[in-house]
């Protein structure tokens, strides 16, 4: 898939204020500073479509960007450690969920897991979450530029081990690097082929 065309839409804590467009939309979500806003100023080869910070907690609405006039980027906040306040943790806790539970568009949601470290609990729940309520997702490794060659693939065996415990089959997953653009072609051609599925059904 070429990018074409990126454009923010939105950005607001009600889900029912989303855009009414009947277009397929992509979520991406990840613990807090996993590289979420690098990934999706990566994936469409824009610098400053997302706002990158080092700072944890820099999106706190769930954000829409329409993509080739044809789809659209959600950037949601990130789950766990925010420098904010308890209650705006829990304020993002409730509207991520409407948005879950109450977007009937979303066609898959992008976890990110930074693939430096070992399977983190939170991470593990949230799926688990997106598993029991029966929406699709994929799981997206970033980082992977900051490990060497040998120490990349023993990190993500120990993630598909452990998610072997509770899930009968694995997601499917992306490796991906900001930095080098690793994954971005199968991640938009993974986009594109459910696109197509969507406007087969429909």
């Known amino acids: 898939m070429k990018i074409k065309s990126a ?12 855009p009414k467009e009947n277009l397929p939309e992509y979520a991406f979500i990840g613990r807090s500073n ?31 960007f329409i993509i080739n006039k044809s789809w659209f980027l959600v950037d949601l906040p990130g789950y766990g450690y925010a420098s904010v306040s308890k209650d705006k943790r829990k304020g993002f806790q409730k509207f991520i969920k409407d948005y879950f539970n109450k977007r009937m568009q979303l066609a898959c949601t992008f976890v990110l897991i930074d693939s430096r470290h070992k399977p983190q609990k939170i991470d593990l729940e949230f799926m688990e979450y997106l598993g029991v309520n029966g929406i699709p997702f994929c799981i997206v490794f970033t980082k992977a530029d900051k490990l060497n060659a040998s120490s990349l693939p023993k990190n993500i065996e120990a993630y598909k081990k452990e998610l072997l415990n509770t899930w009968e089959e694995l997601p499917t997953y992306f490796i991906s690097s900001s930095s080098d653009k690793r994954g ?15 406007t087969q059904k429909n």
């Open 7 to 18: 454009e923010f839409v939105i950005s607001n804590t009600d889900v029912f204020k989303c």
């Open 34 to 64: 996993v590289g979420k806003s690098s990934l999706i100023n990566m994936l469409t080869d824009h610098k400053n479509l997302a706002k990158t910070s080092g700072k944890p907690g820099k999106t706190q609405l769930i954000n829409h």
């Open 184 to 198: 971005r072609d199968d991640i938009l051609s993974f986009i594109e082929d459910v696109n197509f599925q969507v």
